[in-house]
């Protein structure tokens, strides 16, 4: 697979009132083109300041490489952002929520409102296109917020907690959704989560860091059927003894 994203060196730091505190402390990993990587760690380790040190929100020290076809990216590349609630605006009509990004990129072309509608159709809520969002159930929503992310063509998704607002059997069920978008979209996807299953279920690089300063404590590579869903993946064999081994590594 070739390169996407390389991060070398990444420190980011935070100013208090009385004091500087160091979140993340000198990392480095890539990111395949086509890869979906998980980044798990204890809360407040700092995996959320990572993606926001993608998406360039925060200052950062290192360095944050960009690759396209022709290698090193002089450009940051389209990059969409999932939050943790899907933030549907409640006064915009589902097909609206999905097409809000075309307006605010200013590129609310004939060309892109067919690509949305084509998303909304292929992942069943054509029907509901002209609904509100509480008019919807909540793995529902989810699934339009990431239309509405995938509406710009983003070469990488960042995907933080996603689905720790749904009670536990919603997540699981909203989870096979999204992977299975992302993955018949093929796109690049990094996703912050502390749920350690979701974790292997969906990724196939996990990436374990250790408490603040965060540093990488390890890197697992997942070999588990890339062809299951992310529930029959945790029917795998392999993947309990891989949880108990990202267990003992979060609870040294």
């Known amino acids: 697979m070739e390169t996407l994203l390389e991060i070398i060196g990444l420190s980011i730091s935070y100013q208090t009132k009385k004091q500087e505190i160091k979140a993340i402390d000198n990392i480095s990993f890539t990111v395949k083109k086509g890869e979906f990587v998980a980044i798990i760690g204890r809360s407040g380790c700092g995996k959320t300041s990572i993606l926001s040190a993608i998406s360039n929100l925060i200052p950062y020290i290192g360095k944050i490489k960009f690759y396209n076809d022709k290698g090193l990216s002089t450009n940051r590349p389209q990059i969409g952002y999932m939050l943790q609630r899907d ?11 999905a097409c809000l990004p075309l307006k605010i990129k200013n ?4 060309e892109k409102i067919e690509y949305v509608d084509n998303l909304l159709e292929k992942y069943g809520l054509s029907a509901f296109k002209n609904s509100y ?3 919807l159930s909540g793995g529902m929503r ?10 710009i063509s983003p070469s990488l998704l960042l995907l933080d907690e996603p689905f720790s607002a749904l009670d536990s059997q919603t997540r699981i069920s909203v989870c096979d959704d999204v992977y299975n978008i992302i993955k018949k979209e093929n796109k690049t996807a990094i996703l912050v989560t502390h749920d350690i299953s979701e974790a292997i279920s969906v990724a196939d690089k996990i990436i374990v860091l250790t408490e603040r300063p965060a540093n990488i404590l390890s890197m697992h590579e997942i070999n588990l059927n890339k062809e299951l869903s992310p529930l029959k993946r945790r029917e795998e064999k392999g993947f309990a003894s891989l949880f108990e081994t990202l267990w003992g590594e979060l609870h040294k």
Request: proline fraction near 7%; hydrophobic fraction near 40%.
């Open 87 to 97: 933030e549907l605006f409640p006064w915009l009509t589902i097909r609206q929520n």
């Open 107 to 110: 590129n609310y072309t004939k």
């Open 133 to 135: 969002p509480n008019q």
């Open 142 to 151: 989810q699934r339009a917020a990431l239309i509405r992310t995938l509406a």
